[in-house]
């Protein structure tokens, strides 16, 4: 079974900063799509970033890229110049190539203060 | 535009009780999902449909049960609420099957069981 593991629960940036949010994986797959979810307090679940496995170049989006180790298994999200909206969980979710859409194993989550 | 609305945003059932969550989205889209989220955990999927008239079952599916009448909506229902449903609610919905596909979310429903 695939697992997604966040080891940090909670992280805080200085706003302006640079901050990096661990994610790791496990999986037996070989083709697959990695995820990077933002959760405001709203609770509107927000895509962020997405990068497909078969990719060797990092996927970037503005302020967020990620760090992408296949075979290490590790996909890493850096926000660049936090800003104070950059608050919210932010959570790492996994699927393979050929898996419906909505069938994504998601971490445990990563909690993210930005200070003023 | 909407996107995926879900119908109520918060509610409080005493054990045993039952009720019914909507989900409606206005994408056509032919993949709808249920989702709960327990505090300091990710979603864990319950049901899921990959078309009006279908249902199957997720990760979590014990004590929901699902119907999709309708294409753009999804039906969740406790039959006899407990106190381990508590959770936040999500909807989702997709285009198609393809990993690469976005699923879009509704804002949650907040339930209570007590």
């Known amino acids: 079974a695939q697992t997604v593991t966040q080891s940090q629960p909670e992280m805080s940036v200085q706003e302006a900063e640079t901050v990096t949010l661990s994610c790791t994986y496990d999986?037996?797959?070989?083709?697959?799509?990695l995820f990077w979810y933002k959760q405001p307090p709203s609770r509107q679940m927000i895509l962020v970033i997405r990068q497909e496995a078969y990719k060797q170049q990092n996927a970037t989006e503005n302020r967020f890229s990620v760090n992408f180790q296949k075979a290490a298994k590790s996909f890493s999200l850096k926000i660049s110049d936090s800003q104070l909206g950059d608050a919210a969980m932010y959570f790492c979710a996994y699927r393979p190539y050929n898996t419906n859409a909505g069938k994504s194993t998601f971490g445990d989550g990563t909690t993210l203060t930005v200070k003023p | 535009n909407a996107g995926v609305t879900q119908t109520p945003k918060f509610r409080v059932l005493k054990t045993g009780q039952s009720m019914t969550l909507l989900c409606a989205q206005d994408?056509?889209?032919?993949?709808m999902y249920w989702y709960r989220q327990d505090p300091g955990m990710g979603l864990r999927l319950i049901h899921y449909?990959?078309?009006?008239?279908?249902?199957a079952k997720g990760e979590v599916p014990d004590g929901y049960n699902v119907s999709r009448l309708k294409k753009q909506n999804f039906l969740l229902g406790l039959e006899s609420a407990a106190p381990s449903q508590t959770s936040v609610y999500f909807c989702?919905?997709?285009?198609?099957?393809?990993?690469?596909?976005?699923?879009?979310f509704g804002q949650g429903t907040r339930l209570t069981v007590v």
């Open positions: 994408m056509n889209h032919e993949y």
């Open positions: 449909s990959v078309g009006e008239g279908t249902t």
């Open positions: 989702a919905s997709s285009r198609g099957f393809r990993g690469d596909t976005e699923a879009f």
């Open positions: 999986t037996s797959e070989s083709d697959y799509y």
